[in-house]
């Protein structure tokens, strides 16, 4: 199965954060804090505007964003997790 998000949503795959402090600790699963930063895996064609153009997608695949904590909603397809997040949610995409 594959998921093709609407509108200006985009399908994000979480990218988990380091699980060893910078001190050298190593933090378990239960004491991680879910990450913000996920990596696009697709996006919606773009908002449609009231004059019926579409606005431009700010983010491609493979992209790697950080979103509001609150935004994501979490989807299950074939034993993997997902998120599918607003445009307007993503607050930056991190570049190397």
């Known amino acids: 199965m594959k998921l093709k998000p609407l509108s200006d949503n985009v399908l994000l795959?979480?990218?988990?954060?380091?699980?060893v402090t910078a001190g050298g600790i190593v933090l378990p699963?239960?004491?991680?804090?879910?990450?913000?930063?996920?990596?696009?895996?697709?996006?919606?064609?773009?908002k449609l505007n009231d004059d019926g153009s579409r606005s431009e997608m700010k983010v491609k695949?493979?992209?790697?964003?950080?979103?509001e904590s609150y935004a994501p909603r979490e989807v299950k397809l074939d034993g993997e997790e997902y998120l599918i997040v607003d445009q307007s949610s993503i607050i930056a995409v991190v570049e190397d």
Do not use: N
């Not at 699963?29 to 773009?46: F, L, M, N």
């Not at 695949?61 to 979103?67: E, M, Q």
């Open 61 to 67: 695949k493979g992209d790697v964003v950080i979103f």
């Open 13 to 19: 795959k979480r990218v988990e954060e380091s699980a």
């Open 29 to 46: 699963d239960s004491a991680k804090e879910k990450s913000s930063r996920g990596e696009v895996i697709s996006t919606g064609p773009g």
